[in-house]
């Protein structure tokens, strides 16, 4: 696959963090698995990831948590 954006790299494993805010939350997950373009750094995330987040930034703003930070920890 060739990086969307650049058009030049081809992403290739690896981990980066990502931030979510939603209303007054800020959630911030560490270590999320990605395939990540080596010459623009654009990040994709597999739909299985990415209903991860989702799932768990809902559940730090129905809590009431303004900052929470997340070691993801994928099977």
């Known amino acids: 696959m060739i990086c969307l954006t650049?058009?030049?790299g081809t992403p290739e494993s690896g981990f980066?963090?990502?931030t979510v805010e939603?209303?007054?939350t800020i959630v911030v997950f560490k270590n999320v698995p990605a395939q990540i373009c080596p010459n623009c750094g654009e990040k994709y995330f597999d739909s299985a990831i990415t209903g991860h987040l989702l799932t768990q930034a809902q559940d730090a703003v129905a809590k009431g948590a303004e900052v929470e930070?997340?070691?993801l920890q994928v099977a």
């Open 69 to 71: 930070i997340i070691r």
């Open 16 to 18: 980066t963090t990502v």
């Open 6 to 8: 650049c058009k030049i």
């Open 22 to 24: 939603q209303g007054d």
